[in-house]
């Protein structure tokens, strides 16, 4: 096979057929920096947790995948061209979302009403597209007309479409089980008909913010089931890490690393409903 790529997280591979293996690593990003060590089996709890979403989405959205790999982290999928826009839902106010809120009472050029505070309910889920940065820089956010300037009318219609009825469906089913799904970014290409396919992973903890339902109170940070934790660490006086400094973060710490590892392992059993077996 030939390599083709290597992101923070995964690694794709072009087949002889034609098709790509795309293979998750238990990397763990943040900040767009990659941490040392490894998170244990990270890359096959995000590979079978998108499996299991990518068939509950599937007639909502096309997908990209073919079949299973060879071991639990990696999948075959046809090439795709993809959109160069991140695609953004956000259903709660939390991180990036909640900055630029607090700053000019917007995200990505949507205008939200006043006194929401961290962790707040939207009215709507709302589309906050960003950037697509090249590895090493920060996405930033932009508004949905600078969407419509990038990729045409038509197009970003549909990619608002598909991302807030991705959403939609991915918070339907993480209610049922006891979890809120506050926001969530997702990748989508053209195939080779060109017709835009969900590719990469999806409803992830790596690409969603995971909340206990019974546990969510706005006006603080909220307890959660994704990356979030190891953010909080990293900002945290245990850490001693400046992230202004310019200095690369430190090594997380065992303990971190195996929480980080718990949290990752209850999002996928509790929203697929199936123990991890790696």
């Not at 690409?207 to 307890?223: I, K, L, T, V």
Request: with cysteine; hydrophobic share 35%; net charge negative.
């Amino acid at each position: 096979m030939k390599h083709l790529h290597s992101g923070k997280v995964r690694d794709l591979y072009e087949r002889p057929d034609g098709l790509l293996l795309m293979v998750a690593s238990d990397r763990m990003s943040a900040f767009d920096y990659v941490m040392e060590p490894d998170i244990p089996d990270k890359g096959a709890i995000l590979t079978q947790m998108s499996l299991w979403w990518f068939e509950q989405l599937k007639d909502v959205v096309p997908h990209h995948v073919v079949t299973r790999g060879d071991d639990a982290r990696s999948v075959v999928c046809r090439p795709l061209k993809m959109v160069q826009v991140e695609c953004v839902a956000r259903g709660y106010l939390a991180g990036g979302g909640l900055n630029e809120y607090r700053s000019d009472g917007t995200v990505s050029g949507v205008q939200l009403p006043a006194g929401l505070q961290d962790g707040s309910r939207l009215p709507e889920p709302i589309f906050t597209p960003s950037t697509k940065a090249p590895m090493g820089q920060h996405d930033e956010p932009i508004s949905y007309e600078r969407v419509v300037a990038e990729v045409g009318a038509e197009t970003a219609a549909e990619l608002r479409r598909i991302t807030l009825a991705v959403y939609s469906r991915g918070a339907e089913i993480a209610r049922e089980r006891g979890i809120i799904l506050a926001d969530t970014k997702i990748e989508l290409g053209w195939d080779s008909e060109g017709v835009l396919t969900l590719g990469d992973e999806v409803l992830t903890p790596d690409s969603s913010r995971f909340w206990p339902a019974d546990e969510w109170e706005p006006g603080h940070a909220q307890p959660a089931f994704d990356k979030q934790f190891v953010r909080d660490w990293l900002l945290s006086p245990e850490s001693g890490w400046d992230k202004s400094s310019g200095n690369p973060p430190p090594r997380l710490p065992e303990h971190i690393v195996k929480r980080t590892r718990q949290r990752y392992l209850e999002a996928y059993e509790r929203i697929t409903g199936t123990p991890f077996s790696g």
